[in-house]
């Protein structure tokens, strides 16, 4: 799963040249919020040119509008080959998951894509989001991953997009997405000042340590913070690979558990390093 996501905005000729070249894991192409009202719909033809451009170096991703009226005409321009998850902004109900989930599946049935190949982020901007994250989590199998939209959900609480008032709703949509075997993209920063590298460092260090597996990036020197962040260390890595050793070594003794460095190893630990292994070291 993706360490980093980059916002590019889908008619920014500028931006679209150098998106492959910015080291993300992926790139969420924006209908939403960059994009005037009155281009909408330049922007949705606009959108299978920027997909093949970019399809064949980077994971692409798109933003559609929220419910319903445009987000169903951005679907109908998204859910085309080369694209592989849709975010869905403003998400607040389980409902909503089903709905998109079910446009998608007919779209790809009519247009001879594999079933289920285009996956689903719920972003989830509100408190009454927030507090629907677990049945959100489960909406549907399309669904890999949650995140909160920081500054829309901080206005819905009344207040500034500080740490303080972030870090309960990441840890709470941390925890829906955790239960629901789905990764999570909460980081509790706001997203306005694109500068604060060291603010951003700061609040995506404690989400990955309270289990967030990602974050977005509106500016290109935001990448590569995240993908140090969400990335496991060396330190990590091998004490990841020498659990696992210990644990193979074990059972080939008939033995359930072991002792590595004075520390009991049992499946949890086992289960965690494998984990960590899995998400190794990724390219860019």
């Not at 001879?112 to 927030?130: D, H, K, T």
């Not at 913070?225 to 020498?242: C, I, K, Y």
Request: proline share 4%; net charge negative.
């Amino acid at each position: 799963m993706w360490r980093s996501l980059l916002f590019i905005p889908v008619l920014e000729e500028k931006f679209l040249a150098k998106a492959a070249s910015r080291g993300a894991d992926a790139i969420v192409l924006d209908l939403e919020a960059s994009v005037a009202p009155d281009r909408k719909d330049e922007a949705r033809s606009a959108l299978p040119d920027a997909v093949s451009r970019l399809a064949s170096d980077v994971d692409v991703t798109v933003r559609v509008n929220a419910l319903w009226t445009q987000a169903f005409r951005d679907l109908e321009a998204s859910v085309i080959e080369g694209v592989s998850a849709i975010h869905l902004p403003l998400c607040e109900t389980a409902a909503q998951v089903r709905a998109v989930d079910a446009m998608i599946g007919e779209l790809e049935k009519e247009r001879g894509l594999p079933a289920g190949n285009i996956r689903l982020v719920s972003m989830l901007e509100s408190a009454a989001a927030v507090l629907n994250a677990r049945e959100i989590a489960t909406a549907s199998p399309r669904l890999v991953a949650m995140t909160v939209g920081v500054e829309d959900y901080a206005t819905s609480m009344g207040v500034a997009a500080t740490p303080d008032v972030l870090r309960p709703a990441v840890q709470q949509v941390n925890q829906a997405a955790r239960a629901a075997s789905v990764a999570s993209f909460a980081v509790a920063a706001g997203m306005s000042d694109f500068r604060d590298i060291d603010g951003l460092r700061a609040a995506a260090t404690y989400a990955r340590a309270i289990g967030s597996t990602g974050g977005y990036a509106v500016h290109p020197a935001q990448v590569a913070v995240l993908n140090d962040v969400f990335s496991p260390t060396e330190a990590e890595l091998g004490w990841a690979r020498r659990v696992v050793e210990a644990a193979e070594t074990a059972a080939r003794k008939g033995q359930g558990v072991t002792k590595l460095d004075g520390q009991m190893i049992d499946l949890p630990l086992v289960t965690r390093a494998q984990s960590i292994i899995a998400r190794g070291p990724l390219s860019g």
